[in-house]
């Protein structure tokens, strides 16, 4: 299988808009949704955590008062209560008052601060106490937020029922160990107590369920508290007085103690006397948790304690999506950013090498993927260097996709840069990723120090003479810079080829595994990596991917080739120069001399229990079975999930046995198939990929798995990811996600890998 840093077509990752405006609808409001939900939650969660705070304590105030009595034990004179509230506030600033329960002293709420307060009754004087009226100071937090923002409460409740509908609307989820699972499950699962608190705020804000009150005459003033005491005294039985405070229309609410039980009264500012025989309603009781004492304040903290789960699984859910795997190493403070763009890892070493150069001459520099970078950031540097490798016919690597797309709104001018394009000239767009991120920096104002260079093939020497020229121009001396260990000389020898495909059962295409003797030669190469052969001098080299390990204990090299045809102008038929020299002309016990290019960013995962999802199409398959032989030698090993397409079973199923026999050993915990042109099966990779979609998201969202992609262009590289991009439009909103956000967050951390050539 052959593979470069600049084969990878333009298509990938790039979906054709939909002309079906009517199915569109209902994933973009669902999309909609997913935003309002998310931001709306984010935006009021300080308030939102306040009311549920204040509320969780609020709910202990039934359980502590279960059973004791609800007015002071000891009662005072009202008319001793009238006097005090003359001498303390005789301007009738009082917004309320209430009797302590030892009957000597009481509390009072005003809008002037020095009102506010314990005050003797005898004395008429402050009273200063260490005790604090926990469940006083959680009902101002709870109604008002200490500051008189009841408005605020209102809107946050209203916020709140709308987030749990928006939550119920966005789908039934399945119970999963992980954030957003509790998130989900926690929500469902617990629905009526996750609703209880803020669906009876709701109604107790729209007065619907509370007790009807009696018409209000309205005053033109309020009435002072102290009138309306005198006013109620002689005509109805507050010996046991508990509080009074403003209420309506200027009125008053008393509330005392009879042997029948709690009595309110209301007093209009008319003097008007109205007792009030209608209990508190079942929505107030709900929302204070006081309709079966000690057992509703119990069932009305987990209320609030289910919410404020349901407020940090989806906080913390949310910051975990937020991170990304971002490389940006060096000094913060930096003032010469050096950014790669890189598929399979040369750019990012030559970026490396250059931002120690740099360092090494006394230039305080920061290395960075453009993935991680918003194009603004470049204003920020006095010198910017690029260095951006090709892929396909000429696009931008996956890394700098959004980064490119971002140029478009950024004002760089001022902004300093020098780039480097890494291609190869037989391919029609030499240099072509290059290209696109030189002219979008231009096209918005920036400057360029350097002319661009343009390297052909191996970089190294054209590295060396750019960045010479560019240390030159900001006023640098390097010296002598070491170049990065990019590529390896290796002698093989060719020791075994077998037939894949089987001609016999179908249209197949000739396809080829080779196995080669490394004689000590290689170092720890690992599936995944390069090998470059040049198949006659002159020729530029080909890159394969290696399908075996060092790590599983396999010394030897294997290849997966399929034979290459072409067409000229004429209609004559030809064979590719390297496939046909390594299929047909390359004979057993022969010397090879050929490249060895370690790929990180296709090589299996540092951590061997991350799950991995192979997808792969014909000659594709050529790095997956290294990776299954290294999971087969590692203790504790992730689960693997291979999906593989060709033509024909009977024809094209390479590796069949291999991959049957891992299967049974445990190794490879799924395998699914598609071959197109079997009249039983006739599905392509992106048909298995879709009707497993849940699956695949479980796959990746819940067990961090990494998917790799393997494949020609044609078939798999643009159809798998426009597949990935519909999965997660249909799937993702129980995961709050959105498909060209969460595609770009995966290529950046490395969770969608893609290696595809032709």
């Given at each position: 299988m052959a593979t470069s840093d600049n084969r990878i077509p333009k298509s990938i990752f790039r979906d054709a808009p939909s002309k079906n405006v009517n199915a569109m609808f209902p994933d973009t409001l669902k999309r909609l949704l997913v935003i309002a939900h998310r931001w709306l939650a984010l935006a009021l969660a300080p308030v939102f955590l306040l009311i549920l705070l204040s509320g969780a304590i609020l709910a202990f105030k039934p359980i502590v008062e279960s059973g004791a009595a609800a007015g002071p034990s000891a009662p005072a004179n009202v008319d001793t209560v009238v006097a005090a509230l003359e001498v303390i506030d005789p301007t009738h600033q009082a917004t309320s008052v209430s009797l302590s329960a030892d009957g000597r002293s009481i509390r009072l709420k005003s809008n002037d601060p020095a009102l506010v307060g314990t005050f003797d009754l005898a004395t008429r004087t402050p009273v200063t106490s260490s005790d604090f009226d926990l469940f006083a100071f959680?009902?101002?937090?709870?109604?008002?937020?200490?500051?008189?923002?009841?408005?605020?409460?209102?809107?946050?409740?209203?916020?709140?029922?709308?987030?749990?509908?928006?939550?119920?609307?966005?789908?039934?989820?399945?119970?999963?160990?992980?954030?957003?699972?509790?998130?989900?499950?926690?929500?469902?699962?617990?629905?009526?107590?996750?609703?209880?608190?803020?669906?009876?705020?709701?109604?107790?804000?729209?007065?619907?369920?509370?007790?009807?009150?009696?018409?209000?005459?309205?005053?033109?003033?309020?009435?002072?508290?102290?009138?309306?005491?005198?006013?109620?005294?002689?005509?109805?039985?507050?010996?046991?007085?508990?509080?009074?405070?403003?209420?309506?229309q200027g009125s008053v609410l008393l509330t005392a103690t009879t042997a029948e039980g709690p009595m309110r009264y209301l007093v209009s500012g008319t003097g008007k006397i109205v007792p009030l025989t209608e209990g508190p309603g079942l929505v107030r009781q709900l929302h204070e948790g006081t309709w079966a004492g000690a057992g509703s304040g119990v069932l009305n903290f987990l209320a609030a304690a289910a919410l404020m789960g349901l407020m940090v699984t989806g906080l913390y859910s949310w910051l975990r999506r937020q991170r990304q795997a971002r490389r940006r190493d060096g000094d913060?403070?930096?003032?010469?950013?050096?950014?790669?763009?890189?598929?399979?890892?040369?750019?990012?070493?030559?970026?490396?090498?250059?931002?120690?150069?740099?360092?090494?001459?006394?230039?305080?520099a920061i290395c960075a993927s453009l993935a991680a970078l918003n194009p603004r950031e470049l204003a920020g540097f006095r010198n910017s260097l690029l260095i951006v490798s090709t892929t396909g016919e000429g696009d931008v690597p996956d890394s700098a996709r959004m980064f490119l797309t971002r140029l478009g709104s950024a004002d760089l001018r001022g902004t300093r840069f020098s780039l480097l394009?890494?291609?190869?000239?037989?391919?029609?767009?030499?240099?072509?990723?290059?290209?696109?991120?030189?002219?979008?920096?231009?096209?918005?104002?920036?400057?360029?120090?350097?002319?661009?260079?343009?390297?052909?093939?191996?970089?190294?020497?054209?590295?060396?003479?750019?960045?010479?020229?560019?240390?030159?121009?900001?006023?640098?001396?390097?010296?002598?810079?070491?170049?990065?260990?990019?590529?390896?000389?290796?002698t093989l020898t060719l020791i075994e080829r077998e037939r894949l495909d089987h001609p016999n059962q179908g249209d197949t295409r000739e396809t080829w595994r080779l196995a080669f003797d490394t004689g000590g030669t290689a170092g720890d190469f690992r599936p995944g990596d390069l090998l470059l052969i040049s198949p006659a001098p002159g020729e530029a080299p080909r890159c394969y991917s290696i399908g075996t390990s060092s790590l599983a204990g396999?010394?030897?090299?294997?290849?997966?080739?399929?034979?290459?045809?072409?067409?000229?102008?004429?209609g004559k038929h030809h064979l590719g120069l390297a496939s046909n020299y390594l299929c047909h002309q390359l004979r057993p016990g022969a010397k090879l001399d050929a490249t060895w290019r370690r790929h990180p960013d296709f090589n299996p995962p540092d951590d061997p229990t991350r799950p991995l999802i192979l997808v792969a199409t014909g000659a594709g398959i050529a790095p997956f079975p290294g990776f299954l032989a290294e999971r087969a030698r590692q203790p504790n090993a992730g689960p693997i999930w291979l999906l593989f397409g060709n033509r024909f079973r009977a024809g094209d199923f390479f590796y069949q046995a291999a991959f049957e026999q891992w299967?049974?050993?445990?190794?490879?915990?799924?395998?699914?198939?598609?071959?197109?042109?079997?009249?039983?099966?006739?599905?392509?990779?992106?048909?298995?990929?879709?009707?497993?979609?849940?699956?695949?998201?479980?796959?990746?969202?819940?067990?961090?798995?990494?998917?790799?992609?393997?494949?020609?262009?044609?078939?798999?590289?643009?159809?798998?990811?426009?597949?990935?991009?519909?999965?997660?439009?249909?799937?993702?909103?129980?995961?709050?996600?959105?498909?060209?956000?969460?595609?770009?967050?995966?290529?950046?951390?490395?969770?969608?890998?893609?290696?595809?050539?032709?």
């Open positions: 959680a009902l101002d937090l709870h109604k008002n937020l200490l500051v008189g923002a009841g408005l605020v409460v209102e809107i946050a409740t209203y916020v709140m029922v709308a987030i749990l509908a928006i939550g119920l609307f966005l789908g039934l989820p399945k119970l999963r160990n992980t954030w957003i699972g509790w998130h989900s499950g926690l929500g469902w699962l617990a629905l009526p107590l996750v609703a209880l608190a803020p669906v009876t705020g709701l109604l107790m804000i729209l007065h619907i369920g509370t007790p009807s009150l009696p018409t209000i005459e309205p005053a033109a003033h309020p009435l002072p508290l102290a009138r309306a005491l005198e006013a109620a005294a002689d005509r109805v039985d507050l010996t046991r007085f508990v509080a009074g405070r403003q209420f309506r913060h403070n930096a003032a010469t950013l050096v950014a790669f763009a890189s598929q399979t890892g040369t750019a990012a070493r030559l970026a490396e090498a250059t931002a120690k150069a740099l360092r090494d001459a006394g230039e305080a394009a890494l291609g190869d000239s037989r391919y029609r767009s030499f240099c072509g990723g290059g290209r696109q991120v030189r002219e979008a920096l231009l096209e918005q104002g920036a400057n360029e120090v350097a002319e661009w260079r343009r390297a052909d093939g191996e970089p190294t020497s054209a590295w060396r003479n750019w960045l010479a020229t560019v240390s030159r121009l900001i006023g640098l001396e390097l010296g002598t810079v070491a170049a990065p260990e990019t590529n390896r000389p290796v396999d010394s030897r090299i294997g290849l997966t080739v399929s034979l290459h045809t072409w067409k000229d102008s004429e299967r049974r050993e445990g190794v490879l915990t799924r395998l699914d198939t598609a071959f197109s042109r079997d009249p039983d099966d006739g599905h392509h990779i992106q048909d298995r990929l879709m009707g497993n979609g849940e699956e695949l998201l479980r796959w990746l969202v819940e067990r961090r798995g990494v998917l790799y992609t393997c494949g020609r262009a044609s078939t798999v590289g643009a159809a798998v990811e426009r597949t990935v991009r519909a999965i997660i439009a249909s799937h993702g909103g129980q995961y709050g996600l959105q498909p060209d956000e969460t595609l770009a967050q995966w290529r950046t951390n490395g969770m969608l890998r893609v290696d595809v050539f032709g």
